[in-house]
């Protein structure tokens, strides 16, 4: 049977020095290497970090320019609104001037025209106009004949006669109409007045007539009482 002898390799001073060296060498570049492949992965992490910085630059830029002109656009549009309001007004106001004056000329005219001598107080009309749900507008004028020709105070009374759930309901006009605040109403007036509001019905309430009483303050008695068939002008 063989035996197995153990190996041994002498290494001499030399060569144990060049093996050192080799594998300072193998580790420096190994370093090396580590050290431009960690330098350039940085570079281009800061190359990136800076490319971000520059367009997060350029949206704050634009968003902050983009604000503006959100803010000026709404602008125009508050004043654009706020100037199409002020002139829808205006067209109102020139739309109750021109009735009321045609009413006034109308007024003038019949009463030019009435040689009936007959004095007192009436109504010429009650005209009513829908203006919304459960809204409506109404005017009326109030005349007075006297041969004196003074302004006198008349007090007028007014109600909304219908029916409402099948009951017949009586609206004094300060309960549905905000502008007035009580009963009577309080006119002044030489020859008429020209008088309109707006109310608001309630809901399932029916009207049916309109009843109008006018009286001087020193009279009890009504001068004129009359009802009018509630009948929406289209």
Same mark, same amino acid.
């Given at each position: 049977?063989?035996?197995?002898?153990?190996?041994?390799?002498?290494?001499? $001073? =030399? !060569?144990?020095?060049?093996?050192?060296?080799?594998?300072?060498?193998?580790?420096?570049?190994?370093?090396?290497?580590?050290?431009?492949?960690?330098?350039?992965?940085?570079?281009?992490?800061? &190359?990136?970090?800076?490319?971000?910085?520059?367009?997060?630059?350029?949206?704050?830029?634009?968003?902050?320019? $983009?604000?503006?002109?959100?803010?000026?656009?709404?602008?125009?549009?508050?004043?654009?609104?706020?100037?199409? #309001?002020?002139?829808?007004?205006?067209?109102?106001?020139?739309?109750?001037?021109?009735?009321?004056?045609?009413?006034?000329?109308?007024?003038?005219? #019949?009463?030019? !025209?009435?040689?009936?001598?007959?004095?007192?107080? =009436?109504?010429?009309?009650?005209?009513?106009?829908?203006?919304? #749900?459960?809204?409506?507008?109404?005017?009326?004028?109030?005349?007075? %004949?006297?041969?004196?020709?003074?302004?006198?105070?008349?007090?007028?009374?007014?109600?909304?006669?219908?029916?409402?759930?099948?009951?017949? %309901?009586?609206?004094?006009?300060?309960?549905?109409?905000?502008?007035?605040?009580?009963?009577?109403?309080?006119?002044?007036?030489?020859?008429? =007045?020209?008088?309109?509001?707006?109310?608001?019905?309630?809901?399932?309430?029916?009207?049916?007539?309109? &009843?109008?009483?006018?009286?001087?303050?020193?009279?009890?008695?009504?001068?004129?009482?009359? %009802?009018?068939?509630?009948?929406?002008? #289209?």
């Amino acid at each position: 049977m063989s035996q197995r002898h153990p190996l041994i390799i002498h290494y001499t $001073s =030399s !060569q144990l020095l060049g093996l050192v060296v080799a594998v300072i060498l193998l580790l420096a570049a190994v370093a090396s290497a580590g050290f431009f492949y960690g330098d350039k992965t940085a570079a281009d992490d800061r &190359k990136y970090i800076e490319d971000l910085e520059i367009s997060y630059d350029q949206l704050s830029e634009k968003l902050a320019a $983009s604000r503006q002109a959100l803010v000026a656009v709404e602008l125009t549009a508050k004043v654009d609104a706020a100037a199409l #309001e002020q002139t829808r007004q205006q067209m109102l106001d020139m739309q109750k001037q021109i009735y009321r004056r045609e009413q006034e000329l109308t007024l003038y005219r #019949e009463m030019l !025209q009435d040689n009936s001598g007959s004095t007192g107080l =009436s109504v010429s009309d009650f005209h009513i106009e829908k203006a919304g #749900e459960g809204l409506f507008q109404y005017d009326w004028v109030a005349i007075q %004949k006297t041969h004196e020709a003074k302004k006198l105070r008349v007090n007028a009374n007014i109600w909304v006669i219908g029916k409402q759930d099948g009951q017949v %309901k009586t609206l004094p006009l300060n309960e549905i109409d905000v502008d007035i605040d009580d009963l009577p109403i309080q006119l002044k007036l030489r020859y008429f =007045s020209i008088n309109r509001g707006l109310v608001r019905l309630p809901k399932g309430f029916n009207p049916e007539f309109v &009843k109008v009483t006018l009286r001087y303050p020193w009279i009890e008695k009504p001068q004129f009482d009359k %009802k009018f068939v509630w009948q929406v002008q #289209e």
